[in-house]
Structures are given as structure tokens and as C-alpha cells.
């Protein structure tokens, strides 16, 4: 089946608010606009306004709420509409979600997962265009994702609910539109490890994102010279993780 990045992405948050009544989705324009980038459109039709929440321009305050429902046993999915913007919610990302079971000796947890659009591509300026994924994965407490495959973006939600910690999960906005083949044996990703993409001998490429695709394509082009190039993905071609303290 051929779907796009944007359509696997629809796939896994139907998924996730079909499967799980703990499960709520809200974040600005999530609701009746679908999405900035069209993500969530229909879902509002689908399962109403209580499980997809159109929130103010308040970043720290709805990222907050996310972190005191998942205190209290919900599965929140937070979108912040790029992650230019999760910089107003820092505190709340950086000195609740990620330090909360530290703090408390592991007696509370944070389920929490954190959606935002990541990169630049679109002409869409300054305070659209940065990637912070980088710089969150080095913050103890936090998972940092980052799907570089329509089958990533189908299958890493699910596993990032499933975790007791907070997820950060970072779309590049390039990749929405492009299409791939899901296979439909595969239902699950491994968020834990890298995966080899590519086997090679002579060299190898370290990479996630919309990066794995270039990558791809320069293996490619090496191996047109006789290059063996491995293009390795970082936790199944796009995760950044960092343990729990």
C-alpha cells in the first residue's frame, strides 16, 4: 500500500485516539483547521472535539496542561506547530516533563509525546525553519524522534506512547508529501536501536531525518564507483535518544 509521510502520520494518531481512551490529541489548529500541516484533518469529524483540542497560542500553558494529564494517567499527544515555537514551552519541556521522575525518585512518570514540525525547505522564514532535535536529545529525560520513512512515521507513535517517558517526536516538513510502500507484514518499530538501511564496507553514513533519504541517494551514486557506502539510521532511521536518568 502507498500512502505519504503525511497520510502515515494521520494513520498512527487515528490509531493511537482509536485504540486507547486515555488518548487525547490538542495543540493549535489540530481541531477544525486539521492541522498546519494537515496531519489531523478529519480527526475532529471522527472522535470530537473532548479528543482533539484546539488550544490558544499558548505553548507553556497547553504543554503544561499535556504534562499534568499525563501525571494523571491520560495519554496526551501535545503538536506544537514547528519547533520554533517549543522554545516557549522550554520550561515546561525541559524542567517538568524531563525531570519530574528524576525528582520524585522515579515515583512519578510523564507518558507524555510532543509532536512538532522540524527543519527548513519551505521559504517558511526565520522562525519556522530551525531544527532543534538535535539539541533536545542532549537533555537527560527526554526521547527525541525523528521518523525519516513513511513506515517511521506510521509506527513510531505507537512506541512512543507505549513509553513511560516523555517522547519528543520531530517531522520534517519536507517529507510530508513525499510517498513510499507500507508494508502491511510490518506493524511496529524499534525506537531503541539504529538500523541498517543499507549494508556497505567502505564506508558508512550516520544519519535520521530527511537526511536518510540524501544519504540513500549518495550510497547510490558511490556505489556507481565501486563504493560500498552502509547508510546506518540512527534508531530505526531516525531517532536520537538519550537514556533515563
Known sequence: MRITYR???RQALRDALASDPRCFLMGEDVGRYGGCYA????LLEE???ERVVDTP???NGFTGLGIGAALAGLRPIVEIMTCNFSL???DQIMNSAASLSHMTGGQLAVPLVIRMATGAGRQLAA???HSLEGW??????LKVLVPGTVEDARWMLAA???DPNPVLIFEHIVLYNVEDELDRAVSAVDIAHAKVRRPGRDVSFVTYGNSLPRCLVAADALAAEGIAAEVDGLTNTGAITLPQV
Not at 533536545?136 to 529525560?141: D, F, L, N, V
Open 127 to 129: 522562525q519556522h525553519s
Open 160 to 162: 512512543a506512547l507505549a
Open 7 to 9: 497520510e502515515a502520520c
Open 47 to 49: 472522535f470530537g472535539p
Open 136 to 141: 533536545y536529545a542532549h537533555i537527560p529525560g
Open 88 to 90: 516557549l514551552a522550554l
Open 57 to 59: 497560542l499558548s505553548e
Open 39 to 42: 496531519v489531523s484533518k478529519g
